[in-house]
């Protein structure tokens, strides 16, 4: 506490946001005059395998964003209206916070049940504590469930059906592949880390093919982008099949011995000639022949499968498509060949009782969260929502009606927040939250294997409080008695790492803490569906085959683009919307990007307003007309704080809360929508 003034020292904590790469970070902590630590630089941690000594783009800025002016760090209570444009708050002690809060819960759970209180969170950190665990209290209460589908569910429940268990090719072994496809994801903005991966594989003769329906970043590293249809995955993945199997580019001694279905797939790719795929995908019958080609004679080949495929109405049955390929190559026998969606399934931690799993009632109702807007409606018979590790006014579907809903004057709305978010302004309660430099916390990854360990290693400004202490006071004021409410990190720790699961073999609580980053035991030559999978027959399971489905949103004269909306390169997700340099960096506002053909048909101009409407809302955005896009594809990138946009609206106003074919999923690439140009000094 005595250190002299304006020392500086490096700290080494994991990157809590909810991205792959789960990066190992190093901090820069400066003592300023007035004693207090803090963060003034951030990059990667040069000694960790995977992050290699780089931070993105966007967490350099995290130290911006930690000590941003309008951060809350005192409770705020709404003074005014919810309905009025500008929120006004007053500071309240945390006493008067949280007796009221507890007051209002308990009166609910007295008059109208359980039911009637909404948990709604997501992401916004990926520890195991602030995030995954923080949902005890509402287990012991027997609030509704939240199913978190905003996501990955479409993707895992997909994969399921394939590959039973999440697991995945080591990212270290992603250097020997000789063929990278890298299929609905933008990985050079959204997996950054991967790049020096495929970079090693590159300069060893590797090939790298996109399959995106615009061109991104991560085109322009492609050796070669397919420019698709959006929705035809599961056509091009059986249009591939089709060639394995007309020319023998199949494993046949893998196909016996590690999977059941065979013939059920080899039915269903009979029809997907390269001339139909090249139909339905928008390609041409050349470039479905050299993918299929590529495929079938490259080893090993390495695809890299994001979420984008995913989400729209078809999307499971596109990824579930895409993910067998290997199965029928025989990939999976191959270090660094196979298929890569998440790596989460490695973490075989004991979950019995993370976040009260053990409390869960069977009859208790379940919220889809893509359907909040819905959940909101004042029939829903919602009288609270609390609100953590999300921005739902800005990333939810239908997003104009989950503002309204929020806005209800009979909703009570608590909303944990490190930022002034735009969900935020509409709480009636504003709980300040620590960041993850200053709780401590474990954390998984999706894209490698490193279990993370960080101290709190900054004080929290104000009387800024992590979720799980908001948590545990609430429920002293609630009478809950449940032991698992109460759990310290170090209790949840020991909890989760009480297991005999080989993958954690050797991973003690000390061990992790005193490393700080640990990969899971695995084997140097981890090949993990080599000889099977862990579905209930043992192989991966070809059957039944998944068939390409065209969604029911098909294009009309009144609706005639389709409109995408995937991750900006400068935000993750709506984080670091609210800070200027990186809405610069991103281009100031956000655009949509339209073919030229298309701005003729529609009367467009580059750098002109126009009004996107879609059957569920309209936002108005400025133009850019550019080749990247394709002729009947529309494209918003990132989800934007509605503060920086013309017209105050989130681009999720004109989503819908439509559900994948797998997984309950969000579709927020499946919008048909108008684009109409506004005329000038509209
Ligand atoms: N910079 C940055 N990084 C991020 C995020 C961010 O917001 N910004 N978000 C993080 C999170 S939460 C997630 S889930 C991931 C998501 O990262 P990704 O998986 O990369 O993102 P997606 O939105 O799933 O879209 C990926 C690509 O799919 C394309 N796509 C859309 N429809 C289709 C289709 O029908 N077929 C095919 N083949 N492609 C299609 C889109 O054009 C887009 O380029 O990124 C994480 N990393
Ligand atoms: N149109 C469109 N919409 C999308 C997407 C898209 O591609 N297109 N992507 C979707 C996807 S993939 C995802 S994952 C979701 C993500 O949606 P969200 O999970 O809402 O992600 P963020 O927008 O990053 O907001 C997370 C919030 O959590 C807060 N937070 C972070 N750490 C803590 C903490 O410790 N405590 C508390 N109380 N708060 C904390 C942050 O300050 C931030 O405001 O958005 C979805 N929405
Ligand atoms: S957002 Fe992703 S790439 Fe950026 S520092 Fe965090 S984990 Fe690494
Ligand atoms: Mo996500």
Known sequence: MSAPASSSRDVLLTCPLDCPDACRLRVTLERGK????????????????????FACVKTVHYPARQHHPERPIYPLRRVNPKTDPEPR?????????????????????????????L?????????????????????????????????????????????????????LDVPHARLIVLWGINSLSTHSHLTPQM??????????????????????????????????????????????????????AYIAQATVGVEDLREAAREWTPERTAEVTGLTVEEVRDLAHAIGTTRPTYIRVGYGMTRHENGGTALRAVTLIPALTGDWRQRGGGVCLSTSGAFALNRTRLGGAHLTRPDVPHVNMNELASALAPDAGFGAAV?????????????????AGLQRGDLLVVVLEQAMTETARLADYVLPATTFMEHPDVYTSYGHHWLGYNRAEL??????????????????????????VYWTVDDLLAEVLDTDHPHLAGITPERLKAEGSVRLNLP?????????????SGKVQLSPAPQYRPVEAVLNADYPLRLLTPPAHHFLNSTYGNLANLNRAEGGEPHVLIHPEDARSYGLEDGGYATIASEVGQVRRRVKVTEAAQPGVAVVEGTWWGLSAPDGESINAVTAQTLTDLGGGSTFHNTRVRVTAVSAGA
């Not at 007035?34 to 395998?49: F, Q």
């Not at 469930?145 to 080591?170: H, K, M, N, P």
């Open 524 to 536: 140097g030559d981890f090949l993990p569906y080599a000889q099977g999978a862990d579905t209930p």
């Open 387 to 403: 609100i953590y590790n999300c921005n739902p006014a800005v990333v939810a579907p239908d997003s104009a009606r989950v503002r």
């Open 119 to 171: 948990r709604y969170h997501y992401a916004g950190t990926m520890g195991l504590m602030e995030n995954s665990h923080a949902h005890a209290l509402w287990r012991a209460l027997g609030t509704p469930e939240l199913d978190e589908t905003i996501c990955a569910t479409a993707g895992t429940a997909a994969w399921q059906v394939g590959y039973g268990s999440r697991l995945t090719v080591d990212p």
């Open 89 to 117: 708050f007053e500071r309240v002690t945390w006493d008067e916070a949280l007796d009221d809060i507890a007051a209002r819960l308990r009166q609910l759970l007295d008059r109208h049940g359980p039911s009637s209180i």
């Open 459 to 484: 004080e929290a400004p104000g009387e800024a409080r992590p979720n799980s202490w908001v948590f545990q006071q609430l429920a002293r004021r609630l009478g809950v008695t449940e032991p698992s």
């Open 34 to 53: 007035d004693g207090r630590e803090r963060a003034v630089k951030l990059t990667g941690d040069a000694a960790h395998p995977y992050t290699k000594g």
């Open 199 to 252: 970079t090693a594989a590159r300069k060893a003769g590797a090939r790298i093919i996109h399959v995106d329906p615009y061109r991104n970043r991560t085109s322009g590293y492609a050796d070669t982008h397919l420019k698709l249809k959006p929705g035809t995955d599961a056509a091009l993945a059986l249009g591939v099949m089709h060639e394995l199997f007309a020319h023998g580019w199949t494993d046949g």
